[in-house]
């Protein structure tokens, strides 16, 4: 049965900070991992990682995963109020097309 | 971008009735939909995998014959929660993926609470 497990479960920082968040996952045949914000409702997507060591980055979000050490971080740098949301890491396998498997998510919140 | 709608977005429901929840695939067609449930501060659970023109494929645990899966047609599936319970409630949510996205990446609707009393 495929695994993730994302730590830490919650984090509070203040506005600016920089924040590492981990994703570890245990998949047979693994496919991607992928990374989503959700706020109030469903979740965002952020990236897709399906290679080891190349870094995808989007605005002050990046992400990169390691293939070795079966886990991701994505890295929020400035963090911001609007920042606080739900992180969700999830893996997919080539086993079934698209389905997902999710980690427990780390809440972060972001204050001033 | 594929957008994925839900309706209805909350629903309130009596105990013993049953709810029925609809995904669609606005601008792209889906042979695949997902369903999740995600309680208070937790992750989302895989229900099931619902299947155009074929039945769907539930995760452990998930009871079949509670969680009414039909998948009509490559734009609509339904999940209709039967005979629902206080223990029901949640907030589900259905995604599907893109054909162009060749299976790599799925798109959530905007979930539905249910709150059973």
């Known amino acids: 049965e495929d695994k993730v497990v994302q730590s830490p479960l919650s984090l509070v920082v203040h506005e600016g900070d920089t924040v590492t968040l981990n994703c570890s996952y245990e998949v047979t045949n693994f496919r991607s991992l992928l990374w989503y914000k959700q706020e109030k409702k469903a979740p965002t997507f952020l990236f897709m990682l399906t290679s080891s060591g190349i870094e995808k980055k989007s605005g002050r979000l990046s992400s990169i995963l390691d293939k070795k050490e079966l886990s991701s971080i994505l890295n929020i740098t400035a963090t911001q109020t609007g920042d606080s949301a739900i992180y969700l890491c999830?893996?997919?396998?080539?086993?079934?097309?698209?389905?997902?498997?999710f980690g427990t998510g780390t809440r972060l919140q972001v204050t001033l | 971008g594929a957008v994925v709608s839900q309706h209805p977005s909350r629903v309130i429901c009596k105990s013993g009735t049953s709810v029925k929840i609809e995904c669609r695939s606005l601008d792209f067609q889906a042979t695949t939909m997902f369903w999740y449930r995600q309680f208070p501060k937790k992750s989302l659970m895989l229900m099931a995998t619902s299947n155009e023109g074929s039945k769907a494929t539930y995760e452990q645990g998930v009871e079949k014959d509670k969680f009414l899966i039909n998948h009509a047609s490559l734009t609509l599936s339904t999940l209709t929660v039967t005979s629902a319970h206080p223990e029901d409630s949640s907030f589900y949510i259905c995604?599907?993926?893109?054909?162009?996205?060749?299976?790599?990446?799925?798109?959530f609707g905007p979930g539905t609470r249910l709150t059973v009393t």
């Open positions: 999830a893996v997919s396998n080539t086993g079934t097309a698209s389905k997902l498997t």
């Open positions: 995604s599907a993926s893109p054909p162009w996205t060749s299976g790599r990446r799925q798109y």
